[in-house]
């Protein structure tokens, strides 16, 4: 299943999907309030950790205002768990058709990750036509964004990967650009003093700015 209307509406608003990598669960309802308070309540919660998936759990039961989902899903199965802890999106380094059947099945929007043509076109084959680009900025960044708008008009991208405040501005401003994900307004340290407080003034930061672009 390709990304729902409504869930793509949400995205075309926020604009921004902060990409959180999350070591201890404890962190994971402060970090999520903390970031929906700066205007950002689309959240990518990483499968990439243990604590990945009860983070998903907490936010989706204590934090009502943030839209969770889970990334670096690759297979079927992580798809499965991910969609039991409650995720409401799915997001994933790569394009399979395992992965696509998957959303089909849990009836999750499904945001595949694409760096080519021939990646596009088995996504288009598949029903899909929303795509994170990754890893966007070492996969030619916004000037291929904005090539691969020439032969695939239809496709809309979420750039990620090597997204900051610095160049956030020149994948925004492309049409087909929907929304960029990222890590930087995450303190890489949840546990330190003052965390959550940054991640608030990041988040209020990049979501102002997505706002000036629009
Ligand atoms: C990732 O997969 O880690 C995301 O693409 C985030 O990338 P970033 O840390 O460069 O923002």
């Given amino acids: 299943m390709g990304f729902s209307m409504a869930f793509e509406d949400e995205l075309r608003r926020t604009r921004i999907v902060p990409v959180i990598v999350i070591q201890d669960a404890a962190h994971a309802v402060p970090l999520a309030r903390a970031l929906v308070e700066g205007g950002l309540n689309i959240l990518e919660i990483t499968l990439r950790t243990q604590a990945g998936l009860e983070a998903i759990k907490a936010i989706a039961r204590d934090v009502p205002g943030a839209i969770v989902g889970a990334g670096t899903v690759i297979n079927a199965g992580q798809f499965a768990a991910a969609a039991a802890a409650g995720s409401r999106f799915v997001v994933s380094p790569g394009l399979t058709a395992e992965v696509a ?114």
């Avoid at 990754?134 to 991208?157: D, N, Y």
């Avoid at 650009?177 to 003034?201: E, H, N, T, Y």
């Fill in 101 to 214: 059947q998957a959303a089909r099945d849990h009836a999750v929007p499904l945001l595949p990750g694409v760096a080519t043509g021939s990646e596009i076109m088995q996504g288009l084959a598949l029903g899909l036509s929303t795509f994170k680009f990754f890893p966007a900025e070492t996969s030619g960044g916004a000037p291929a964004i904005k090539a691969l708008g020439g032969p695939f008009p239809q496709v809309r991208f979420c750039p990620t990967g090597g997204v900051s405040a610095k160049n956030l501005a020149g994948y925004l401003s492309l049409p087909n650009v929907i929304c960029a994900g990222g890590s930087w307004m995450v303190p890489s340290d949840l546990g330190a003093a003052g965390a959550f407080a940054q991640a608030a003034a990041l988040a209020r930061e990049a979501s102002g700015l997505a706002r000036s672009i629009a």
